[in-house]
């Protein structure tokens, strides 16, 4: 669905003050109240960083889709269909319990399109009632005042939308043409924390587009980070010229949201591995539309275990098991969830996605 997530932890810039600044708020309501929810977000997130630095027996962040199915077709995009009806509400409230039961300190909710779940609010519900963060990534399609309302009132903490162009073109309709009215509406109606993700690398014609919508997004008072699309054969390679004056820009304008994890996105953008220790299975799940855990959306079928057997067990030998795709990745978000542990216990055991004897039917992980 994006290439890049916000870490939870990042302090949001949803300040009235910046937008009123950017004079973009005359009729923003409820800043007070704004204020006090963003205060009280903030306090649960340090409270999960601290649990996540207290024991690495429990996930910290799990990716949960509710329903397959997107109402666009992005080219880059293998994570959605156009065919498939959303897991019934029940299932899912029975999937985040589980997830609370391990001890999740925040749950996502991916796609496909989760605005399409005509009971997503439901689920943003169940999240909260466990404890946990509650975030979704939406393409922002199908926001309405209401809709966002409901948001609110269900007690959504996070919302991540990927802007991938100004002007919408065959690879990709999430467009700031298209969207810029429906940031607007967040702007004027949200209570949760909103990042804007742009886009450079495989595929967007004008990679100038991703510093017009950073500074748009940081003009309406939200944050916003970029990620690096890679083209059909998934092999790094470095930005050209352009795409790296641009990836400069934003990060200069978003330096708080990078400080801590340069080094990962630098490498990327200069097409070089990285050095780092995955924590898919353990600190990270990605829960797909059949309820199985993957490690990411990009390894799914592996573990392939159906999250109500997943168990603490599992979660603590996959915190040891080292990823062969690590050097290679590209996704950010768990590389995020895996710096909060990037200091201790190094992997024991290894494991190669898809590699002979590794995947459902064959248990989980291979020793090396
Ligand atoms: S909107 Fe997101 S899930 Fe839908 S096709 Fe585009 S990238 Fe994929
Ligand atoms: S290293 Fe492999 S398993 Fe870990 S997030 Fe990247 S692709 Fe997924």
Known sequence: ?????????QAPRHSSAKAQAAGTNS????????????AARRLREVGSIAS???STAHPYMAHIVPM???????????????VSSPVSVEEMRRR????????????????????????????????RGTGAIAGMITNGYLLMPERIERLNRAGLDHMQISIDNVMPDEVSKKSLKVLDAKLAMLAEHAEFHVNINSVVGGGIANPEDALTISRR????????TIGI??????????????ERKVWDEVRRLTRRSYSRFNGFQEAIANGM???WRCRAGSRYLYVDENGIVSYCSQQRGYPGVPIAEYTTAMVKREFLTEKSCAPNCTISCVHQVSYIDHWRAPQKTTVTPGGEGHGASSGLVQIR
């Open 1 to 9: 669905m994006t290439t890049t997530s916000q870490a939870p932890n």
């Open 217 to 224: 997004a940081l003009e309406l008072g939200f944050s916003s």
């Open 68 to 82: 397959r199915r997107c109402n666009l077709a992005c080219t880059y995009c293998n994570e959605f269909d156009d």
């Open 96 to 127: 985040v319990a589980h997830l609370g039961r391990l001890g999740t300190s925040v749950i996502t909710i991916s796609g496909g399109e989760p605005l399409l779940h005509p009971e997503l609010e439901e689920v943003i519900r169940s999240i």
């Open 27 to 38: 009729g923003r309501r409820g800043t007070a109240r704004r204020r006090l929810i963003a």
């Open 273 to 275: 591995p990285n050095d």
């Open 52 to 54: 996540a630095l207290a």
């Open 229 to 242: 699309i890679h083209d059909g054969s998934g092999q790094l390679k470095p930005l050209g010229s352009r």
